[in-house]
């Protein structure tokens, strides 16, 4: 079982391979100006695991059963909650909504 820290990494490149932007000093990922975060630890009794959250609250969890995660199923649900957000919020679309002044992406 690989640490949380190599499972970030992993998670990382597999979402960026896929378009999502890492936002910089924490595992959330950007799609039209909406940061999602992520979730992503080992423990002996849930083997690896990454949650998808909305708002502290755990949308969708995934779980690594025969040695790989489903890294699209992880990207859609980003995108989706993204998706919501914008439909609730009336997103403009403007560069200048990126809500809530956090660090701006990195690509890593």
Known sequence: MGSRQELEALL???LRLRGLARVEDRLAFVYKDQMVTLKANATIYRGRFID???RGHIVREFRCGDGCFDWDAIASTIVNVAERRVQSNGWNGNADSFAS???IPCFL
Request: charged share 10%; hydrophobic share 35%.
């Open 12 to 14: 990382t490149n597999q």
């Open 52 to 54: 998808v959250l909305e």
């Open 101 to 103: 002044g956090l660090p």
